[in-house]
């Protein structure tokens, strides 16, 4: 399973239309193959920061869910409610014995940046 934890800060002029096109996309994300959930959530302590958790079943299923309209959409209105740099997060959870047929991921020495 592939976990994503993401932190969108918003412009608190812009936070309604922020909640409206977060919720089109956790609405239309939750409809795809290998989507367990998907959710954005109000910062109890910092209500302008919306948090992102969403669960895949596979690293393939997250990897069409990046080539999907919707997100390509979500992503051309983005930038319009954003009051700073997104942060993501991308975590990979394994049953102890369990085999992965996928390749290993290659490091170059620096993390690689991923944008949500």
Known sequence: MIIVHGTFPVKAD???EAL???RQMAVASQTEDGCISYEFYVG???PNSLLLFQEWESVEAL???FETKHMAE???EL???LD???STRRYEVRVPGEVIDEPPVRRTGQAEKIIH
């Open 44 to 46: 109890l302590s910092q």
């Open 84 to 86: 700073g740099e997104v």
């Open 14 to 16: 812009l936070r309604d």
């Open 63 to 65: 990897q069409n869910h």
């Open 79 to 81: 930038p319009d409610v």
């Open 74 to 76: 979500f992503l051309k």
């Open 20 to 22: 409206t096109l977060m």
